[in-house]
């Protein structure tokens, strides 16, 4: 079984700060990873990806993820934060198991930047 | 190439009415999940279907149904609505590739009054 575990449901950086949003997941196989983003009444957009290659991911609007399979994490960052990154931020597994595939989120974390 | 499409955006329906919700997939996609984001209970896993068939299912009442056409577009249906259904229920496809990424749609918001 898989499951994702987001610390902190909500984060506040002041803006120009780190941003660190942290997951850790659990999967019994080798997992691929992901992080989505959600701004305000809108879907799901695709952030970055882990699968299987390089452990630091670079992903879109300057954030990275890096994959640290002895701490089973995959924690989100971005080196200086701006005021368009406030947001709900989900983390994701994926594992193929018999052939199919499942997809599971954790409860997000809501992204606040502080001007 | 367009991407994955719900309609309605906005559904309004009274407490014990049933709502239908749709979903068209990415072309070239055959698995649709659908999610349900309430206020405060972030993304909960509704269904996902696959080729025509129910893969997987959340922990969720029978009252939530749907299905997947032969063109892969999906169909959510929700009986004898109740006010906590109010939510934007999100559509996802992804393709047939192992492990990668799901697209999602705007999302329907539906609120029970």
């Known amino acids: 079984a898989q499951s994702v575990t987001q610390l902190g449901s909500h984060v506040s950086v002041s803006e120009g700060a780190l941003v660190l949003l942290r997951c850790n997941y659990s999967s019994s196989v080798p997992p691929y990873l992901f992080w989505y983003v959600q701004y305000p009444n809108q879907g799901l957009q695709l952030l970055l990806k882990y699968t299987s290659a390089a452990t630091l991911v670079k992903g879109i609007n300057g954030f990275e993820a890096e994959f640290k399979k002895s701490e089973t994490s995959f924690h989100l960052t971005k080196p200086s934060a701006h005021m368009s990154d406030a947001a709900e931020y989900f983390c994701a597994v994926s594992e193929t198991v018999f052939g199919n595939e499942k997809l599971t989120f954790g409860t997000g974390t809501r992204l606040t930047i502080i001007p | 190439e367009a991407g994955v499409t719900q309609s309605p955006t906005h559904l309004i329906k009274t407490r014990g009415q049933q709502a239908t919700l749709r979903c068209s997939p990415i072309?070239?996609?055959?698995?649709v999940y659908w999610y349900q984001q309430a206020l405060g209970l972030g993304l909960q896993f509704l269904l996902w279907?696959?080729?025509?068939?129910?893969?997987n299912r959340g922990n969720f009442p029978p009252r939530f149904s749907g299905r997947q056409f032969p063109n892969y577009s999906s169909e959510l249906n929700v009986n004898a609505l109740e006010l906590e259904d109010s939510a934007l229920y999100l559509c996802?496809?992804?393709?047939?590739?192992?492990?990668?990424?799901?697209?999602f749609g705007q999302g329907t918001r539906l609120t029970v009054v």
């Open positions: 996802a496809s992804s393709s047939d590739t192992p492990n990668t990424e799901a697209f």
């Open positions: 072309s070239g996609h055959t698995s």
């Open positions: 279907y696959d080729e025509g068939e129910e893969r």
